[in-house]
């Protein structure tokens, strides 16, 4: 219902000043609305913005349920009981506003009988006398919400101009609403993707899933156990390419910050003048080339883990800001002034001599101190040679799906070779070594022949061209009953049912060939656990 009252004469001081506050709060609120992603920020925004221009001392945004047909509050500002807040199409005059699809001015709300005051927390707001004004938010003909605004009373206000500006700011609002709907349905894809990706991320780094049951790597299970869910540092000791990286990852995965990002620097890749930057990050003009600030990785770790490989190649002027940060958990960038807090947790680690670090001056004593709460040593391939058989299991597995072939299984010969290899280059070697080994067999099986030459050399090949044609025969028989043996877990009457011959036959070559079908019988849990099999039996064994 438009009020009669009088409006100010074109061109008066005080419509000049309302004019330039209406395009003010019109330029805020777009931008606002542009700025803010998420539409309850967004939308949050724009009522402060009517709140601080043009003293509202209630607003409201209510959406149009479209399942219960309820009309919910969205977002609200000032004194509002967001309970109470819920409407039906017809009902008071912001539910008018839903069925008409028009707007509604209450000038006296105590005279409206029809206001329902659900808004009202505070009892002398609800006897103060107040103006509302309602305008509907529409989206291709179709109401789907109100703005509401309470003023304060005035007698001479102009109650058409104000509905006319309000209608612009819902004009503005329909078309962020619109927009939300519009990417809801992949927003709440992506969201579903994204929960769906960090589940399958924490079980592929459950430190159960890290492959070994060694003596030293159960030792390493326990450890992440107990410091997975602290936010205690951690220092992670151990040769190049024992899967540090692999633990830290763990690590993160089982803690509370799992949600957070886990971000990761290799101190030794990043040019010495180029650390404190990276790490700590610039303000726009630290450097030549510093155009705009960056933020650096311990901005980028916020709420998350910080991984920091090779920390032992870490220059000493950076050891000094790392060494803040930990005490004092908070950093500056590279040019700027402004402290900045940081929620990191640090893990770190190193393939280098530390203690010789500290010794030769390298390395900062208290920065040690301050690594070295929660050490976890992990160790060499070679000192966890009972898990070699799992690991080449795991990666046959993995390299045979990612190559597409048909690799189902490793020959013993070939085993044999794994196991007596010393490993310098650790898991990461051994996985190189059974890739290539995928890639380049054409069948089920992965015989000797197919690894590298450097493990040629580890025992005689079953393949040498220079042996006589019988001791070729037996070592080619060898690795196929050895083979069928493994498959078969050491059941010596289905390894003949395999082979499509006899027990008796089978069980007389096995006997010629000096085969010690025991080994086989064991599980993969207990062959991880036992010492290197021989391939003869001992002089007093019997097959």
Not at 123 to 152: F, H, K, N, Q, R
Not at 244 to 263: D, F, M, T
Not at 295 to 313: H, P, S
Request: with cysteine.
């Amino acid at each position: 219902m438009p009020s009669n009252a009088p409006v100010h004469a074109a061109g008066t001081p005080e419509e000049h000043t309302g004019e330039v506050r209406q395009l003010s709060t019109l330029l805020e609120a777009s931008q606002a609305l542009l700025r803010e992603p998420l539409l309850r920020p967004a939308l949050a925004a724009v009522l402060e913005i009517l709140h601080r221009h043009h003293g509202a001392i209630r607003s409201t945004v209510v959406l149009l349920n479209k399942t219960s047909r309820d009309v919910e509050l969205e977002v609200s500002a000032g004194d509002v009981d967001a309970s109470r807040v819920r409407y039906r199409p017809g009902e008071g005059v912001t539910g008018q506003v839903l069925a008409t699809g028009k707007p509604s001015v209450a000038p006296q709300v105590s005279r409206e009988p029809v206001f329902l005051n659900h808004a009202v927390t505070r009892p002398e707001l609800a006897t103060a006398e107040l103006s509302y004004i309602s305008v509907p938010i529409t989206i291709d003909g179709d109401t789907v919400g109100a703005l509401g605004i309470d003023l304060a009373f005035k007698p001479d206000r102009d109650y058409q101009l104000a509905i006319n500006f309000l209608g612009v700011v819902g004009s503005m609002i329909a078309h962020a609403v619109k927009i939300q709907r519009l990417i809801d349905p992949d927003r709440r894809k992506l969201g579903g993707e994204n929960r769906q990706l960090r589940e399958e991320l924490k079980e592929r780094y459950d430190y159960s899933n890290l492959v070994g049951t060694s003596g030293p790597m159960r030792l390493v299970h326990q450890q992440i156990t107990q410091v997975a869910r602290t936010n205690a540092t951690v220092l992670l000791r151990g040769e190049s390419g024992t899967g540090k990286e692999l633990v830290a990852q763990a690590i993160h995965c089982n803690s509370p910050r799992a949600n957070g990002p886990l971000i990761k620097v290799n101190c030794a890749a990043l040019p010495e003048d180029l650390i404190e930057a990276e790490l700590f990050g610039y303000e726009k003009g630290a450097f030549t080339g510093a155009y705009m600030a960056k933020k650096g990785r311990f901005e980028l770790a916020e709420g998350g883990t910080l991984f920091l490989d090779e920390i032992g190649d870490l220059n000493l002027v950076a050891q000094v800001k790392l060494l803040r940060v930990l005490q004092e958990h908070e950093f500056v960038r590279l040019g700027g002034t402004k402290t900045i807090r940081a929620n990191v947790r640090l893990i770190a680690a190193t393939h280098k001599d530390l203690e010789a670090a500290l010794a030769a001056g390298t390395f900062r004593e208290d920065l040690y101190h301050r690594l070295n709460v929660f050490a976890i040593f992990i160790p060499p391939l070679r000192e966890r040679k009972t898990d070699v058989l799992l690991l080449a299991d795991h990666f046959l597995e993995k390299f045979s799906r990612e190559h597409s072939k048909t690799a189902q299984r490793i020959s013993t010969p070939a085993l044999d070779r794994l196991m007596a290899h010393q490993w310098p280059g650790n898991v990461r070697e051994l996985a190189n070594v059974i890739e290539r080994a995928v890639v380049v067999s054409n069948t089920s099986v992965v015989h000797a022949h197919h690894l590298p030459s450097a493990l040629q050399a580890t025992e005689r090949s079953d393949t040498h061209l220079n042996m006589p044609l019988q001791e070729a025969l037996d070592a080619f028989e060898r690795d196929l009953l050895q083979g069928v043996l493994r498959s078969t877990r050491g059941n010596r009457a289905e390894a003949a049912r395999l082979l499509s011959t006899t027990a008796r036959v089978f069980n007389y070559r096995v006997k010629r060939l000096r085969i010690d079908w025991r080994r086989f019988k064991v599980s993969t849990s207990e062959l991880a656990e036992s010492p290197m099999p021989r391939t003869e039996p001992g002089p007093d064994e019997e097959l």
